[in-house]
């Protein structure tokens, strides 16, 4: 069974702090996605990456994937209240019933105070 | 609609009874998934529906736990005799079809469930 770990599970920061969170994968991902949720509200779908080694930019975020696909970090810079939130990382597989699941890690909280 | 409808938004329910929560997915959308969300704890997959079939429970904790889609869009979470341990956030999600490119998954804001 794989095990995502998510680290630090909670960070408080002030607003305008740069700030980075990790994941890392028991086994190789297959494909790694982050998801950020809102209290009350369901995870929402932030990025994909499948190459070891990708780096992905959204804006003031960015995504790096491990050369061996096993671990991942996320980089906010310039953090806004606006990214407060639950930050998961899940593997996107599929299942030998055919379903394309995902297993989460437990997820970083994080708090951008004004 | 424009995205995955659950309800209620909140049950709240005593030990041993039965609840039914429900998820109205985005319309077309052939595949349709539940989540479990506990406490801490990321979303843990329940059950997959492709149209009105169920193909693959693998996620479902024990036989107290079912859910149908009949008509391959509406579908409802069933659980009996609940126990207190089945308190969580129930997540529907829906995407268009099996969705190899993982760009499709749309969750819905949950059900809270909460046992006394």
């Known amino acids: 069974t794989q095990l995502l770990e998510q680290s630090p599970q909670f960070l408080s920061i002030q607003e305008g702090e740069n700030l980075t969170v990790y994941c890392n994968s028991s086994s190789v991902f297959s494909s790694l996605q982050w998801y950020r949720q809102e209290p009350g509200e369901g995870p929402v779908l932030l990025v994909t990456?499948?190459?070891?080694?990708e780096v992905k930019k959204l804006k003031r975020l960015t995504f790096q994937f491990g050369d061996a696909r096993k671990d991942s970090s996320l980089h906010i810079t310039a953090a806004q209240p606006g990214d407060t939130g639950l930050y998961l990382c899940?593997?996107?597989?599929?299942?030998?019933?055919?379903?394309?699941?995902?297993?989460f890690g437990k997820g970083t909280k994080l708090s951008v105070i004004p | 609609g424009a995205g995955v409808s659950q309800t209620p938004s909140n049950k709240v329910t005593e030990k041993g009874k039965y609840v039914e929560l429900r998820c109205d997915p985005i319309?077309?959308?052939?595949?349709l998934y539940w989540y479990r969300q506990s406490l801490g704890q990321g979303p843990e997959f329940l059950i997959y529906f492709q149209g009105t079939g169920a193909a693959d429970d693998s996620g479902l904790p024990n036989d107290r736990f079912f859910a149908v889609r009949p008509e391959g869009s509406v579908s409802t979470l069933k659980i009996q005799r609940t126990e207190r341990g089945d308190s969580a956030v129930y997540l529907c999600?829906?995407?268009?079809?099996?969705?190899?490119?993982?760009?499709?998954?749309?969750f819905g804001s949950g059900t809270r469930l909460t046992v006394v």
């Open positions: 319309s077309g959308h052939t595949a």
């Open positions: 899940a593997d996107y597989w599929i299942s030998g019933a055919g379903s394309y699941q995902l297993t």
């Open positions: 990456v499948v190459t070891g080694g």
């Open positions: 999600a829906s995407s268009l079809t099996g969705d190899s490119s993982g760009y499709g998954y749309t």
